[in-house]
């Protein structure tokens, strides 16, 4: 049993480096404006961290942008909430909000939302994602 709890341990840490890593690299990355989309609540991502036991769920969004006549996207998510925090925020969290999004000029699929980009937009902060 040990061995698997290392061996999780280890993917998870590998996980959280190469997400700490591309988070760094999208910080110098070109932004854009987006429209988000829909928004729905679902279960807290294992890496995201939760200020109290409560707040077990987050927003995730989907949003569009559009560069050189094609159009991509993504998600974002909120930092964690509680459940009744996170269904009084997705009312209202409007579609066509304008948001910041990070993207590689080189693959324009892979982009980021980061927190700093995204103060005071939305009903709930961002999770750098």
Known sequence: MSGFLAFD???????RRKREAALRQAKTWPVLTAK????T???K???AEAGSVYQNFQIESAFYFTLDGGY???HLR????SDSEAHRAIRDAKEDTIIQVRYNPQNPDENYTLAADNKDILP????SS
Do not use: Q, T
């Open 78 to 81: 909120s930092v964690p909430l």
């Open 9 to 15: 341990w280890l993917l998870r840490s590998a996980r």
């Open 36 to 39: 988000l989309l829909g928004s």
């Open 45 to 47: 991502d294992s890496f």
């Open 72 to 74: 991509f996207g993504g």
């Open 41 to 43: 609540v679902v279960p």
């Open 124 to 127: 709930f902060a961002v999770w």
